[in-house]
């Protein structure tokens, strides 16, 4: 029987697709069905062994956007991806994951992104790694950050939409960083293993989305985990932003006021959050890799458009793009930049050339242009990778070198 990617109907397939998740994560029948009703069976998509059979495949689309030079670059998430233990090892992920990129790609939707639980999957259909995440942990009793005397009161619900606008600010000039959507802000104020609590700092802001002449400025949403052998607790931050110099500081020595109960503050982000060379002593700040997360370039030319760029940049790249899943992306593209704005369009001399891996890292931005041509992920001339190196900056962070 030929495999059929579709809609999940949650009238008949809930048990199947409960079972596919359960085997997949290890978790509880109780714990996937709280999952997919916080996270809307329109945007689960099963693979069934044959039109109208019980599904065997699942994968769930998170609909949102990332940060790429200012702007939000329309993006789906991929989670939940799972096969039936009898059906793995046959090319069924594959296959699901190939009918995903082409319904994302029909809604020109310009980017897919996920977290890999195996590398290989992934690659085969088309996505690189553009970021990483690492678990960050800092001794609370530690933080020496001074706040002033900034009032900082627990959040309402009706603060949502301002933190959201704080999250904005922080957030949109950070390369890859989300433009979250509901699923991924409900995870931040309830993650799985509990609800956090937040807390919000305000300062005067004579400006229009300010609320009575008050913004939020800072926010930090925790959760503590008691230690039932010590009795102390771990200060376990899910977000924590700020826009203001006086924010940050607040919230750090906010944090550090748990310290006379708390071990260790664990924090999950890239490399470094733009809070953290605040704390006064690096020293004591113990940093463990967890993952890279991947991205995919389902649509050229909207990726290119919707992503923005330095206002005084112009250049012009020309590029030849091989795309097995997406045949529509594959061919030779110019790119052009100018005043801000970027466009794709056909033709050109294909001064580069490169697969969607090499796209997808070059858009990204995880490694420079020189880097990925070093790696064999792009080929072409010195002036052309500098080139697409100008418009898709890369972001090189960290030493070899010690000295
Ligand atoms: C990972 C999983 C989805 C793979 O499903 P599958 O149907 O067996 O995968 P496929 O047969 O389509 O494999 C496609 C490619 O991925 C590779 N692959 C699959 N599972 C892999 C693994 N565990 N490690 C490394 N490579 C793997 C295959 O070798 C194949 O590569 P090839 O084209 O070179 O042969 C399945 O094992 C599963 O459900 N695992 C538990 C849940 C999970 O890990 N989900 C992923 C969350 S991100």
């Known amino acids: 029987m030929p495999l059929v990617y579709t809609s999940a109907n949650p009238e008949q397939d809930t048990e199947a697709v409960v079972r596919v998740l359960v085997h997949a994560f290890a978790g509880t029948a109780e714990g996937v069905r709280e999952w997919l009703a916080k996270s809307g069976w329109e945007n689960l998509r099963v693979v069934r062994d044959g039109e109208g059979a019980t599904p065997i495949a699942t994968l769930l689309r998170i609909p949102m956007a990332h940060y790429y030079g200012g702007k939000p670059v329309k993006t789906v998430g991929i989670a939940a991806v799972g096969v039936a233990p009898e059906a793995r090892g046959r090319g069924v992920a594959k296959f699901l994951m190939s009918e995903g990129l082409r319904e994302i790609a029909r809604d020109r939707c310009a980017l897919s992104s996920l977290y890999p639980a195996t590398t290989t999957l992934y690659r085969r259909v088309g996505y690189e790694q553009a970021g990483t995440n690492f678990e960050h942990q800092y001794p609370v009793d530690s933080i020496a950050v001074k706040g002033d005397n900034l009032a900082i009161r627990a959040s309402t619900a009706a603060d949502l939409p301002a933190i959201k606008a704080c999250y904005e600010a922080f957030a949109r000039n950070r390369d890859g960083a989300l433009d979250r959507g509901e699923y991924i802000w409900n995870r931040k104020m309830t993650p799985r293993d509990g609800p956090c609590s937040g807390f919000v700092v305000e300062e005067d802001a004579p400006i229009p989305d300010a609320c009575d002449g008050r913004r939020i400025t800072g926010y930090v949403f925790l959760r503590q985990d008691r230690n039932p052998v010590s009795g102390r607790h771990a200060v376990l931050v899910s977000d924590i932003a700020a ?30 959050h733009p809070l953290f060379p605040l704390l006064d002593e690096p020293r004591g700040l113990t940093v463990k890799f967890k993952e890279y997360w991947m991205l995919r370039v389902t649509d050229v030319a909207a990726a290119v458009a919707e992503r923005g760029y330095h206002p005084g940049l112009s250049a012009e790249v020309h590029i030849d793009v091989a795309d097995e899943v997406l045949p529509q992306n594959s061919g030779r593209w110019v790119l052009r930049v100018k005043g801000g704005v970027g466009s794709a369009e056909r033709g050109g001399r294909g001064d580069l050339c490169c697969d969607t891996r090499g796209l997808a890292a070059a858009f990204g931005g995880l490694l420079t242009a020189t880097n ?9 001339s010195d002036d052309a990778v500098a080139a697409l190196q100008a418009i898709f900056p890369g972001n090189p962070v960290g030493h070899c070198d010690f000295f």
């Open 243 to 272: 826009v203001t110099t006086r924010a940050a500081r607040r919230l750090l020595a906010f944090i550090g006021e748990f310290g006379s109960m708390a071990e260790n503050m664990t924090f999950l982000c890239g490399q470094i």
């Open 372 to 380: 990925l041509r070093m790696l064999g992920l792009l080929g072409g």
